[in-house]
Nanobody, 126 residues
């Protein structure tokens, strides 16, 4: 069982930056593929980024590529989503998710992840 707690959301002006953190419980964090998803009001959740458990390989949605950077610190059981050049269309609730190991391919589908955080609101003003 893994428990995830996101933090770092807030209000920022367009062009600004935020860093989201996701702290995980458990002793085997390094064996988990970690993903970030976001949900717009009235819309389904969408994939943002994922970092693999074995090699730390990252994969991003086209909408955030070049602006967002996902990293992990296995010693701290934490992943970080650095978000730069934020746009109003990035406004959403951001969720951290975990799955044990992974498929070896970018796990971009939310249904693959059994563990989720409570979400953190990111609001980008124009």
């Amino acid at each position: 069982q893994v428990q995830l707690v996101e933090s770092g959301g807030g209000l920022v002006q367009a062009g600004g930056s935020l860093r989201l953190s996701c702290a995980a419980s458990g002793r085997t964090f390094s064996r988990y593929t970690m993903g970030w998803f976001r949900q717009f009001p009235g819309k389904e959740r969408e994939f943002v980024a994922v970092i693999g458990w074995l090699t730390g390989t990252t994969y991003y949605a086209d909408s955030v590529k070049g602006r967002f950077t996902l990293s992990r610190d296995n010693a701290k059981n934490t992943v970080y989503l650095q978000m730069n050049s934020l746009k109003p269309e990035d406004t959403a609730v951001y969720y951290c998710a975990a799955r044990y190991q992974g498929s070896g391919r970018p796990d971009t589908t939310g249904e693959l992840y059994p563990y989720w955080g409570q979400g953190t609101q990111v609001t980008v003003s124009s």
